[in-house]
């Protein structure tokens, strides 16, 4: 019963309408317009902003010509090696005299270039088809180096050409020297398979190694020169006193096109 008496008496006793209505305090004001002001600079940020992004791809430096794989015409033993590694040749020039059953046949280079690697040695059999040598074709010692970079074929279409390049050169220390400074020249249309890399590098290896995730979109890099660089060749740094050699592996941080924000959010 007494609980019942006090509602009624709440009930008969007159409304407080002149009494003032507080919609909100003064703390939670503050934390509703702060709230705005983020909502605000989120969307101008989101429409005027951009947004930078980096895609990391292993290369090779090298000539724009590429090498090629020199194989044997014939079967028998290796008598001579007219060459050795780092010698440059003519188109047909010697590289092997071997035995045959049908006497001594010269195995000759397809194109001028530099021999970078010899596989062959004297005494050994070689069958027809085997892998004697492996040439890079060059056509004087002026040539300027190139990067050949292998990026994944759904990845490829987002790089421009144009697009600066940092270079990270196996043989060079980046803490000292830094990173070597590049452009895209060019992009390739279609994935390459493990024959095709191998037949522009000259090294099965490393072809196996460009692959081993499925046929890669090659990008070409062409290296920015500097009249004042020991290498010839612009750096994050001072650079190596020396320039790079042709064939050493190197991972490129290709810096793609900036992108709005609402691009993302929109379809």
């Known amino acids: 019963m007494q ?11 007159p409304e407080e309408l002149d009494l003032p209505v507080r919609y909100a305090r003064p703390q939670g004001l503050l934390v509703l317009a702060v709230t705005l002001v983020v909502m605000a600079a989120a969307g101008v940020w989101a429409v005027t902003g951009s947004v930078s992004s980096t895609l990391r791809a292993p290369g090779v430096l090298t000539h724009g010509q590429g090498s090629y794989v020199l194989q044997s015409p014939v079967t028998g033993q290796v008598t ?14 010697p590289v092997l005299k071997v035995r045959t059953e049908q006497g001594d046949r010269a195995v000759r280079a397809l194109a001028a270039g530099r021999v970078t690697t010899v596989v062959a040695r004297i005494g050994a ?6 892998d004697v040598a ?9 040539d300027p180096l190139l990067a050949m970079l292998y990026v994944p074929a759904d990845s490829a279409a987002t790089v421009p ?21 590049g452009r895209v ?14 037949a ?8 196996a190694r460009f692959t081993r995730d499925g046929p890669p979109v090659a990008v070409l890099v062409r290296l920015e020169p500097s009249a004042t660089a020991e290498s010839g060749y612009a750096w994050s740094k001072q650079g190596p006193p020396y320039a790079p050699k042709s064939l050493t592996p190197a991972t490129g941080a290709l810096h793609l096109a900036e992108q709005r924000l609402i691009d993302w959010l929109l379809p």
């Not at 059999?125 to 085997?130: H, K, L, N, Q, Y």
């Not at 050409?161 to 070597?180: K, N």
Request: glycine letters at 10%; a neutral charge.
């Open 125 to 130: 059999v070689v069958t027809t088809g085997a």
């Open 200 to 207: 522009f590098l000259g090294d099965k290896e490393l072809a």
């Open 134 to 142: 492996a040439v890079e074709r060059v056509s004087g010692s002026d």
């Open 80 to 93: 001579r090696v007219y060459t050795e590694e780092g010698e440059r040749l003519s188109a047909g020039a």
């Open 3 to 13: 609980f019942r008496q006090q509602a009624l008496s709440k009930l008969q006793s």
């Open 185 to 198: 020249k060019a992009v390739g249309r279609t994935a390459q398979s493990t024959q095709k890399v191998t």
């Open 161 to 181: 050409v144009g697009a600066p390049v940092d270079l990270t050169v196996q043989s060079v220390p980046t803490e000292e020297y830094g990173t070597l400074r």
